[in-house]
């Protein structure tokens, strides 16, 4: 499932870290990564099926398979991982690193209530074989409380 997944260039061609198509041994790394401590890692689902992953650890990220892109599971995964995370007694905003072509992510961080921090960061991409630029992104607790109201 997720290696079917991320062999896919339309999900990949935004995970800069993951060698495309990811290898046995890559995949085993990504899967204990995403299992270690310190990590807050979920599957998405959608009736049964598997559907992508959403993970903070020093930064939050996310991917989706592309036959559910647009239903609202991102969306639903960000908002239960900021609950999450601000419900404790952190001062510490969480961070993102989007591609800049992928204007559903950036769009969808921005309405969660993420800001642009910084300047652009460049990242070897596998999968255009080139540096590709990131746009960081803060969500403060206070900006997700804003968030919230507004919901």
């Known amino acids: 499932m997720i290696a079917d997944a991320l062999a896919t260039r339309s999900v ?3 995970l ?3 060698p495309y198509p990811p290898d046995e041994a890559t995949l085993h790394t990504y899967l204990q990564f995403l299992c270690s401590s310190g990590q807050a890692s979920r599957t998405m689902e959608l009736n049964g099926a598997f559907a992508g992953i959403v993970t903070l650890s020093s930064q939050l990220t996310f991917w989706v398979v592309c036959k559910f892109w647009r239903k609202g599971l991102a969306s639903r995964s960000i908002d239960w991982l900021a609950e ?3 419900s404790k007694p952190v001062d510490l ?3 993102a690193e989007v591609h800049t072509a992928n204007e559903a992510s950036l769009a969808l961080l921005t309405r969660k209530g993420f800001e642009r921090s910084g300047s652009n ?4 991409s596998f999968v255009t074989e080139t540096a590709e630029e990131f746009v960081p992104l803060l969500l403060s607790r206070s900006a997700w409380q804003i968030h919230k109201e507004g919901d």
Do not use: G, W
Request: aromatic share 24%; no cysteine; glycine share 0%.
């Open 121 to 124: 960061k460049r990242r070897f």
């Open 16 to 18: 800069a870290a993951l």
């Open 93 to 95: 905003p969480i961070k």
């Open 84 to 86: 999450n995370y601000f």
């Open 12 to 14: 990949s061609r935004y």
